[in-house]
């Protein structure tokens, strides 16, 4: 049965011969015996107990018990989605991978978003990172794009991965705090690590709390290796860019709605895909030349170093397009195992000693959390092209070979399954010349720290320094220990004095007597101000009670609806509101229901009738989201509802009597998202 209204691609063909729809259906056991009764367990006599012999109860209940499998050790908390790539740009000249070469081939997609830091069930829009992997079902086998949302890492090197994550995970005597790195081991790890400067500058920047998943960029992080038909290797790294641009919350927004709304960015992304409005990311590369390989002033194996855009162009080669919701989340979203190495032939690694030890980790991690090694079986994780190979055996195995033969070389089989050479697509590794010593050491190329930090800090307008020094001094706030709120400040005196200086007083530590990188660089890709920004999808609050100008609001609302902005009413009550001239429209809210941070604008009209709580609920309303920076637009009596209220004439602050022209304006800055010429801190 197809309930969905759009062709289906080769993976989500594969995945019906999977879904099973009990509406409507007999009730049976997993035996497939039907049950007459489901509800009172088998009992000798009606007060007695309970029967061993009752199996309909003990498999319900033995089903229930084990329900359960561990959560993602880093990473637990994620949302995903289907959707489709296409190439525009042949990339063949790069490398041999099949997707990257054929224009008019749609590849099937499967999109995990994460956080890192907290549990399955923590908020939404806490401090943190997010995951960006994307699994590729190409024709030649999966291909994993296992990325995040931030270009550069913590660490330098794999076999400190599990300190930084017992560092920032919450503290082992008491477990607190959940979901938050703000809190003292977290900062004894960057303080006495301190490759982590360039990583913390971005996790304390507005990237750290984006608005919406569709509003992000992805970042595969290390330097990887396109090989070309003539096995040509070219390093090269991976982008996502949003067709949205990439948008942030405010630091008092993100926290509110941890508690609001802790769903928040699963909420938007399962939304905006049942409205039809389908995120969009074009995937753009950087590339470089073997011979070029050290020409960038810093080691491209290095992973807390980005490639700045103005010295190494992002070439966009094709976009992902997020069609689909699953059916069910378990089976698709918690199931879906990623690992870095699924590559296909035309994508090789380099040896960043962090990409070395995830290519180990995440199979490994994968044996335990889904229960043994036939994980590739489950629906999600299967390719959409067939695999064969003498692997056999092992927990929940599905596949059922056939025939005497599983082993390599034979004779019986005709020495079948029988590798192909790299000229028919089998993947054949690049042959990278490696000599040295066996050496547990850091290689001194690794040993800046801090100049790429500072471009960061110099590319950020004002109010993106401001979030950053806001966002340390919350952070080193709730630290306890004075030695380590010291070595921070200390720390990053040497990305900027004027950064660690401003902290520094606010947390009670001493500011640093000099300092600095030395670095004067900056990168205008690296600011969210020089993003594309745009009206497209951004939530409306609409605020109205009986009486209101029926034509007018009929006219802003079908506007915004056809610009592709998301309005929702909030009312007295919830359900129908008159206007004038018989107009009725539908409140989705109450200010109970309804919170300022759920919206990224608010028009306010009100309307004849008076209504004093509602009147004091729209004010807390509107003046939250007046503090958040946000557009407000005012018609009808909401108009003198902002001279009684202070609001009219501020910045971003929308109202008019002739309607077109007031509909035009608020659309305008609506666009423009945020308004931080209000400063009011
Ligand atoms: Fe991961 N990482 N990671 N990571 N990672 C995991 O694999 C690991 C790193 C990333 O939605 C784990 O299946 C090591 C960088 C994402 O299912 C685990 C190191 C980047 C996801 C693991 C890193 C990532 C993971 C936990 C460095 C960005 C979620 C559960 C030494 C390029 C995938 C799992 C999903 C998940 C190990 C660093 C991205 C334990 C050892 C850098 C998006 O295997």
New binding site residues.
Partial sequence: MDEHNHEKNSKDEQLESFRVDDQGKALTTNQGLKMSEDEFSLKAGVRGPTLMEDFHFREKLTHFDHERIPE?????R?F?AHGEFQLYKNIGNYTSAKFLQDTSKKTPVFV???T?NGARGSADTVRD?????TKFYTEEGNYDL???N?PV?F?Q??????DV?HAFKPEPDNDIPQASTAHDTFWDFVANNQESAHMIMWIMSDRAIPRSFRMMEG????TFRLVNDEGKAHFVKFHWKPALGTHSLVWDEAHKLAGIDPDYHRNDLWNAIEQGFYPEYELGVQILSEEDEFSLGFDILD?TKLWPEEDIPVTLIGKMTLNRNVDNFFAETEQ?????GNVVPGIDFTNDP??Q??L???T???LI?LGGPNFHEIPINRPVVPFHNNQREGYHRQTINLGKVSYHRNSLAGNTPSPVPPEQGGYATYQEKVEGRKVRARSESFGDHFSQATLFWNSMTNHEKAHIIEAFSFELGKVNSQSVKQQVVDMFANVSVELATAFAVNIGAKPPEGGGSGVTKSSPALSQDNTPKTAETRKVAVILTEGFNGPEVNYVLEKLSAEGLMPEIISETIGTVRGTNGVKLKARHTFLTAKSVLFDAVYMIRGSRKNKKFNKDAAYFIDEAFSHYKPIGATGEGIDWLTVNHLDGKPGVISGTDIEEFTEEFLEAIAAHRFWERVTV
């Fill in positions: 993602r050790v880093v990473h637990a994620g995903a995990r978003f994460s890192v990172a997010r995951g960006f992997a296992v990325a995040n931030i890492f660490i090197d794999a076999i400190k991965f599990p994550v970042f595969g992080v290390h992973p879906v195992a990623f690992h870095v962090l990409l030890g995830r180990f980790s995440y490994d991690t994968q959390r």
